[in-house]
């Protein structure tokens, strides 16, 4: 069992957009459309951002999106606000168990 | 509102037992599958265990696999989580959660909604 690969940083400016990568292989992020991802502020259990790869729960703005290729998922906020500085974390099914990725801190310049 | 709740974390030597609860208010618990999942202090999210909504089917991880085990009373819409035989690196925030209402008893899908988390620590 083994946990996705994510970028330990990212970073943007107000207004701007920024990509999180999630890599996996054929066994997880290949092989299931079941890739959610999830935003946590210090002390705050996780939020619910995406799931089924693109969906959002509602509440969540449109400025998340979600997408896949291949074994690699990514997570793109666009109009980059200072309340998404935050760590995010993708997720996917496996067979049997739940991966998490390691996890990316997202500074807002 | 929906809620979870979780408690029975603390302090355990290495070697110990300690069991976890999950209580769960304002949705239907009896039909969801539920999770556990950890994270250790200044670290990322690893998914622990998982059960159906009848309890019927369990899922471990490797790192837990013949040490912890997850069950459910269903009457008492609650969450279980039995830990024997705790190592250092089980040391952790202990969340449980559930899947989104379209898939309730997939305990895979997208983890609406978490509990505010129980701490173990496992140190002599």
């Known amino acids: 069992q083994s946990a996705l690969t994510q970028p330990r940083s990212v970073s943007g400016s107000p207004g701007q957009s920024v990509t999180i990568s999630c890599t996996g292989s054929?066994?997880?992020?290949?092989?299931?459309?079941?890739v959610s991802w999830y935003q946590q502020h210090p002390g705050k259990a996780p939020k619910l951002m995406i799931y089924?790869?693109?969906k959002r729960p509602s509440g969540v703005p449109d400025r998340f999106s979600g997408s896949k290729s291949g074994n690699t998922a990514s997570l793109t906020i666009s109009g980059l606000q200072a309340e998404d500085e935050a760590d995010y974390y993708c997720?996917?099914?496996?067979?049997?168990?739940?991966?998490f990725g390691g996890g990316t801190k997202l500074t807002v310049l | 509102e929906v809620q979870l709740l979780e408690s029975g974390g603390g302090l355990v030597q290495p070697g110990g037992s300690l069991r976890l609860s999950c209580a769960a208010s304002?949705?239907?618990?009896?039909?969801?599958?539920i999770s556990w999942v950890r994270q250790a202090p200044g670290k990322g999210l690893e998914w622990v265990s998982a059960i159906s909504a009848t309890g019927g089917t369990t899922y471990y991880a490797d790192s837990v696999k013949g040490r912890f085990t997850i069950s459910r009373d269903n009457s008492k819409n609650t969450l279980y989580l039995q830990m024997n035989s705790l190592r250092a690196e089980d040391t952790a925030v202990y969340y449980c959660?559930?899947?989104?209402?379209?898939?309730?008893?997939?305990?895979?899908?997208?983890?609406?909604?978490w509990g505010q988390g129980t701490t173990v620590t496992v140190s002599s």
């Open positions: 959660a559930k899947p989104l209402p379209v898939m309730a008893n997939f305990y895979y899908y997208g983890l609406d909604v």
């Open positions: 997720c996917s099914y496996a067979g049997s168990y739940l991966p």
């Open positions: 089924d790869v693109s």
């Open positions: 304002g949705f239907t618990f009896s039909s969801y599958a």
């Open positions: 054929s066994s997880d992020v290949g092989g299931y459309n079941y």
